[in-house]
């Protein structure tokens, strides 16, 4: 499997001189994702967890509905390795229900919704009515779970260089927490750690972030059934479209005890 860091010599500024040190980097590399032997996507992604990183994907996408889905996931030899070679960055994936048109579409470490080849592709219909979880979530185990996410963020504390995405429950216990060089990797992760272990829909459970709440990422929390979107920094205005649409209370701009929320307040209590 490949590395998660790795080290490299930097030269290093400041007031006191030229220094040369080894620093610490979060690995990126591509992932390529096949479907019984069919191209369906590159990724870019920190290595580690990729079936779990695929079943997310395949879930965000509509491709599945739940991890009984992935019949079998292989990881095997990259281009040019003559088969014999076993790069870890080729996964192969056989499904036990139909295979998607392959779409061969490329995506970078900061977008989710790169290669979707129109406007209308871009929406994905959730199988889960997030809408009908009504149980509540009290603002104060809400506002205790960035420094919750940012306490397990073991990759970023060595880079600086990786987003967070992490599951709780209502209760605060933390389900699954992953980190990776793109955002929506990360939720892409936590999503299929969750496909994987029987979990979807998600009810009652928060999806914790530590950046901004995007379009996507909010898209990916109602396709997997998550009532509760928690971001760190701010919301775009297509994500709380999206939050309004699916029934996701959207939370922003987390800081100690306060908070903006931009979609579906009835959640919390202690407002």
């Known amino acids: 499997m490949g590395r998660v860091t790795t080290r490299r010599r ?37 290595p580690g967890n990729d079936v779990e990183l695929a079943t997310g994907f395949l879930l965000s ?23 014999e070679q076993n790069t870890y960055n080729v996964l192969d994936l056989s499904l036990a229900v139909p295979a998607p048109k392959p779409r061969s579409f490329y995506t970078t470490s900061a977008c989710g919704v ?15 009515d997030v809408s009908s979880d009504s149980a509540l979530l009290a603002q104060e185990v809400l506002a205790s779970l960035p420094s919750r996410l940012r306490e397990h963020q073991q990759v970023f ?13 209502y209760a605060g216990e933390l389900l699954a927490i992953r980190e990776d060089v793109g955002r929506h990797n990360a939720v ?21 972030v530590s950046g901004r709440a995007s379009f996507e990422l ?11 979107f928690g971001a760190v920094s701010a919301p775009s205005s297509l994500a709380v479209e999206m939050a309004e649409e699916a029934g996701i209370t959207l939370v922003g701009f987390m800081r100690g005890e306060s908070m903006n929320v931009y979609a579906n307040p009835e959640r919390l209590f202690d407002l």
């Open 114 to 128: 790169c290669g979707k080849d129109s406007i209308d592709s871009v929406r994905t219909v959730s199988p889960y």
């Open 10 to 46: 930097i030269q290093r500024l400041s007031a006191d001189g030229v220094r040369t040190r080894p620093d610490t980097l979060a690995v990126e590399e591509p992932l390529e994702i096949r479907i019984d032997d069919e191209p369906f996507v590159v990724t870019m992604r920190t």
């Open 61 to 83: 996408e509509g491709v599945i509905t739940r991890g009984e889905d992935i019949r079998a996931a292989i990881h095997c030899g990259g281009p040019g390795s003559g088969g």
């Open 188 to 208: 892409d992760k936590v999503i299929g750690w969750a496909a994987l272990n029987g979990k979807v829909p998600l009810t009652e459970t928060v999806l914790q």
């Open 218 to 228: 909010v898209q990916k929390s109602a396709m997997a059934g998550i009532p509760v």
């Open 157 to 169: 504390d060595k880079t600086g260089g990786t987003h967070a995405a992490g599951l709780f429950t």
